[in-house]
């Protein structure tokens, strides 16, 4: 199960940070990832992280936004700066995960809303 926090309303220019904790019988966590659904659009990748902590970002958010994680923690973080209104969108938490028991999935969370708006 993966359950995101963090999202609200920000003022264009303006930070928000996500966070997306994976809790039940994990073994291991592969690749995790931000994908994102503006209004009236399709979902969309933002950033991916490694196990190993290499993150890779779509064009429209490098240098803006930072995802990171605490393998420890099983958490994921995205780090949102310079929030533009094209920012606004639901936010979704990805993992690829191995269980005790060697079936893997690849899970979502249920999302957090993000509206840039001032």
């Known amino acids: 199960q993966l359950v995101e926090s963090g999202g609200g309303l920000v003022q264009p220019g303006g930070s928000l940070t996500l966070s997306c904790v994976a809790s039940g019988s994990i073994f291991m966590i592969n690749t995790m990832a931000w994908y994102r659904q503006p209004p009236g659009k399709t979902r969309e990748l933002v950033a991916t992280?490694?196990?190993?902590?290499?993150?890779d970002y779509v064009a429209p958010v490098k240098d803006r936004f930072t995802i990171s994680r605490d393998n420890a923690k099983k958490t994921v973080f995205l780090q949102m700066n310079l929030l533009n209104p094209e920012d606004t969108a639901v936010y979704y938490c990805n993992a690829d995960i191995v269980s005790y028991t060697g079936r893997r999935t690849n899970d979502w969370g249920q999302g957090t809303r993000v509206t840039v708006s001032s």
């Open positions: 992280i490694s196990s190993a902590g290499r993150a």
